[in-house]
């Protein structure tokens, strides 16, 4: 099966890569390439429109502030199970584009492991066995798969409400919050990390690249695996270079300084 | 649909803060009581009901039964239900006239999302809004009677007002008026209590039904339609439950565990804000320009100090 649905990927991305363009700079690693981006931004969009007029409908204290976005309550009643519908399909798809990369490893549970470490910066660079994901995004992927079929089920019960039992829409009410709930935890941090806590992170989903730096400090054995290089090796060939670049630079300065001084000196 | 200006409003569906001008005056709270032990079935309430609402008459399904559907519609309010009911090797033939309850605790008020959709006013007449209903039919989920109805064409639900627009005026709702046998009353619910009262105790003492007694469900804190049954230890019987209760959806996960939800989420935000200000941002290594010096770093240094 996981064949099949490889060269259906394999496909579907050529097919992206006809119409969208990947350009890789020097220095710069492709991550993501057009489609994924696409289906990325697809599954994004989608879920922030449900997620928006599911809130609206989540809360009394929401409901005047979101309802408006979509045109009063009863509109915002009628859209949310096809925002929630779109959701769903695009992330199929994301879903078999990233079956493999996304396979659960014992690297995962020893990244679990450390989170305290990785939540407090304590490490400049990854453990060299972190991969293309690392566990924590791993989780967020397939809480969104768990998520997305509960959602897909309760919502279409609640849906078509009025042809179930009233105690089965009752109980979907509350599995739909849970797996909100549960996708909105995974979508603050996701935002976070994606955007201000690790910058060099958004242009992999907009221009699908990343600099070789931010593959070597953030995943280590992606990188390896990309360039042959050795992650920790880079990392500090780099450090030397910077070091001896910033002592080229100071020396460069002091003469510099020393010139305006005698030159200082002449103009009384 | 009635206007709110009519009657003092009690409670509103979904509404962030108090409710305006409420518990300012006190008013009678309404009932209606049903004798099921001198109902005929002549189905007058019915008509009356359709006819007073203006409602088109409706296809029905034909179940082998006298009664005229299924179940209440969402433009048929109004329906007398026809149960057989063996006891004592006897058929004993149960009529009830089954509408909205206009439960003094309303599941289709506690579970619905949607601000001023529904109204319970001071009376205790439970009344829809369709003005304000976005459709989502939670309240039918959150009814233990099985009363409100969705309209497909206008994606709204409905059901019985009590004739709020009659009671406004005075009047007494449109099926107490066409009753014939008079088994339908209409007043205060300390009046009709008592009354229903004394019916359940004739049924016991003089007509031979010992369990006979009012059907006033303290589950959800009684109801503004009560009625006498010939056995209120089998409600069920009549299709009635015996013990209604609002899902724990709309009651503990709604109003307790739902805003603690909302809580947390504002908390992860500010979180993942205040993360950033203090533990900083992960940057590609090694950072640019370099740091003040590797070995020296004073935040590393001071971190090695603590214990």
């Known amino acids: ?268 | 649909m009635s206007n709110p200006q009519t009657f003092q409003i009690q409670e509103i569906s979904a509404h962030p803060g108090p409710v305006p001008g409420a518990g300012t005056q006190r008013a009678e709270e309404v009932c209606k009581y049903i004798d099921v032990t001198t109902c005929i079935g002549c189905k007058a309430c019915e008509v009356a009901c359709v006819e007073w609402n203006d409602h088109p008459f409706r296809e029905t399904t034909f179940d082998d039964t006298y009664q005229t559907m299924p179940s209440t519609e969402w433009n048929y309010w109004n329906l007398i239900k026809f149960a057989e009911d063996a006891r004592d090797g006897n058929l004993m033939w149960l009529m009830r006239k089954d509408q909205c309850m206009h439960c003094e605790d309303p599941g289709c008020l506690r579970a619905c999302p949607a601000d001023g959709a529904i109204i319970k006013y001071e009376n205790g007449i439970v009344d829809f809004q369709q003005d304000n209903c976005i459709g989502c039919g939670y309240c039918i989920s959150g009814c233990p009677f099985d009363i409100p109805k969705f309209n497909e064409k206008t994606k709204k639900v409905y059901k019985c007002t009590l004739c709020s627009d009659r009671v406004g005026q005075g009047l007494e709702p449109a099926c107490i008026k066409a009753c014939p046998t008079g088994c339908l009353h209409f007043g205060t619910k300390s009046d009709m209590v008592q009354i229903a009262g004394l019916r359940a105790k004739q049924l016991r003492e003089v007509s031979g039904f010992a369990d006979a007694g009012v059907y006033d469900p303290p589950s959800i804190k009684g109801t503004h339609v009560i009625y006498t049954l010939h056995d209120i230890n089998h409600p069920e019987r009549y299709g009635l439950p015996k013990n209604p209760v609002i899902p724990a959806s709309y009651t503990y996960w709604k109003w307790t565990a739902k805003p603690i939800g909302l809580l947390m989420a504002g908390l992860g935000l500010l979180a993942v804000f205040f993360h950033r200000v203090s533990v900083g941002p992960k940057l590609p290594q090694p950072e640019e320009p370099p740091l003040v010096s590797e070995h020296a770093d004073p935040v590393e240094a001071k971190r090695k100090e603590l214990p």
């Open chain 1, 1 to 268: 099966m996981s064949t099949s649905v490889e060269r259906f990927d394999e496909r579907a991305r050529l097919r992206a890569e006809r119409v969208g363009r990947d350009v890789v700079h020097r220095g710069e690693l492709l991550r993501h390439p057009v489609y994924t981006r696409v289906l990325h931004w697809l599954v994004a969009i989608a879920f922030v429109l449900a997620l928006l007029s599911g809130f609206a409908i989540y809360s009394p204290w929401l409901f005047h502030w979101l309802t408006p976005l979509f045109g009063g309550g009863p509109r915002t009643r009628l859209l949310h199970p096809w925002f929630g519908l779109v959701f769903d399909v695009a992330f199929v798809f994301q879903f078999l584009n990233w079956l493999v990369p996304m396979a659960w490893t014992g690297a995962d549970t020893r990244w679990l492991k450390r989170i305290r470490r990785y939540t407090t910066n304590e490490d400049k660079i990854e453990p060299a066995e972190v991969g293309f994901f690392n566990g924590g995004q791993k989780v967020y992927f397939w809480a969104i798969v768990l998520s997305g079929v509960l959602f897909l089920l309760t919502g279409l019960l609640m849906w078509f409400d009025h042809v179930v039992p009233a105690w089965i829409v009752a109980v979907s009410y509350v599995v739909h919050d849970l797996a909100a709930l549960l996708m909105l935890a995974g979508f603050i941090i996701h935002i976070y990390e994606g955007t201000a806590a690790m910058p060099g992170t958004f242009r992999a989903m907009t221009d699908g690249t990343v600099t070789e730096k931010w593959a070597w400090t953030h995943h280590p054995a992606w990188f390896r695996a990309v360039t042959g290089r050795d992650a920790r090796a880079a990392y500090e060939r780099e450090q030397r270079r910077q070091a001896e670049r910033a002592r080229t630079v100071e020396a460069w300065e002091r003469e510099q300084d020393a010139h305006e001084n005698t030159a200082d000196e002449r103009v009384p």
